[in-house]
């Protein structure tokens, strides 16, 4: 298995299809991008993709690689920056952080407004939990994370970017799919995928909801993160309360409504270090509201 059956797979799961992913993102032909795709299978031992009419869509398997295969690329990039550091050590470097799954969104944003105005500095980029991302933080090993406003840490300040929605991220045969919007109580005796503990601000965001609108739900699953969640809930015919950028990660077997109501939202903000001088981060913190302005119209 080598790195580019990896950037090829990701590029078709992201396109969702062979023809859209050889063309616009590979720049390679259709049947040479199948075979590499079967090789990878054969190397995994299982089906990652289903082809259908109009497209792919992944196999359970395929969706758990797809989340592997993003990590291996995005720690390749870090390894590769940090040669890179090391090799240019007059270079300034800047370690950013992202609570894993809003890279897409943010990262590039963020990166055209440093790099546009410091064209000679190295980027670090970490992905992870946000509970860790904000001890990183703390201890100096990350500049700046997108993240949420984690509790315990006091040598944080926090910068809001966004107030993100809470959804209800079913599967889209499933009968509550049929609603516009839909109540918590729509969702009693519903196979529930809660948020775990790695996401504590989110999962008290949840729990409190519920609690308000007088439900009281056990949960049949837990699940990590957003991209887990929506494998759990396509595998298990689930239901479960997301922050809205879950959308971006939605195979075709499932889909979002919002809820009715005064929906819950999870605020999305950018953490640093009181004590952190660096004229990398000044000018970061002096671009936020660019950088919203530029994420929202990304996802607008």
């Known amino acids: 298995m080598e790195l580019r059956h990896l950037r090829y797979f990701v590029a078709v799961a992201e396109a969702g299809g062979l023809t859209g992913a050889a063309q616009r993102k590979l720049h390679t032909s259709q049947p040479s991008l199948s075979r590499q795709i079967r090789d990878l299978e054969e190397e995994v031992g299982a089906q990652l993709l289903t082809r259908r009419?109009?497209?792919?869509?992944?196999?359970?398997?395929?969706?758990?690689?797809?989340?592997?295969?993003?990590?291996?690329?995005?720690?390749?990039e870090a390894a590769t920056e940090a040669a890179r550091r090391i090799a240019h050590p007059s270079k300034p470097c800047f370690t950013m952080g992202f609570l894993t799954g809003h890279e897409l969104t943010w990262m590039p944003e963020a990166l055209r407004i440093l790099r546009g105005?410091?064209?000679?500095?190295?980027?670090?980029?970490?992905?992870?939990y946000s509970p860790p991302l904000a001890d990183a933080i703390s201890k100096g090993n990350v500049d700046?994370?997108?993240?949420?406003?984690e509790r315990?840490?006091?040598?944080?300040?926090?910068?809001?970017?966004?107030?993100?929605?809470?959804?209800?991220?079913?599967?889209?045969?499933?009968?509550?799919?049929?609603?516009?919007?839909?109540?918590?109580?729509?969702?009693?005796?519903?196979?529930?995928?809660?948020?775990?503990?790695?996401?504590?601000?989110?999962?008290?965001?949840?729990?409190?909801?519920?609690?308000?609108?007088?439900?009281?739900?056990?949960?049949a699953h837990e699940t990590e993160h957003v991209v887990m969640g929506v494998s759990l809930i396509a595998s298990t015919g689930g239901v479960a309360l997301l922050p809205a950028y879950a959308q971006n990660f939605l195979t075709p077997s499932v889909t979002s409504r919002p809820l009715k109501g005064d929906a819950p939202t999870v605020d999305l903000a950018l953490g640093y270090k009181n004590s952190n001088r660096?004229?990398?981060?000044?000018?970061?913190?002096?671009?936020?509201?660019?950088?919203?302005?530029r994420?929202?119209?990304?996802?607008?």
């Open 53 to 76: 009419p109009r497209g792919i869509e992944l196999t359970p398997a395929g969706r758990a690689f797809l989340e592997h295969a993003r990590s291996v690329l995005s720690q390749v």
């Open 117 to 128: 105005e410091l064209p000679n500095i190295n980027v670090m980029i970490s992905s992870q």
């Open 144 to 149: 700046a994370g997108f993240l949420r406003r």
């Open 152 to 219: 315990g840490v006091p040598e944080l300040a926090f910068r809001p970017l966004v107030k993100e929605l809470i959804v209800v991220v079913l599967p889209s045969d499933h009968r509550l799919a049929a609603l516009k919007a839909i109540s918590p109580q729509d969702l009693l005796g519903e196979t529930f995928v809660a948020v775990s503990n790695t996401a504590p601000v989110l999962r008290a965001i949840i729990d409190k909801y519920l609690k308000r609108s007088g439900i009281n739900i056990t949960p």
């Open 278 to 293: 660096s004229p990398i981060l000044k000018l970061l913190l002096s671009k936020v509201d660019e950088l919203v302005a």
């Open 295 to 300: 994420a929202s119209g990304k996802t607008g």
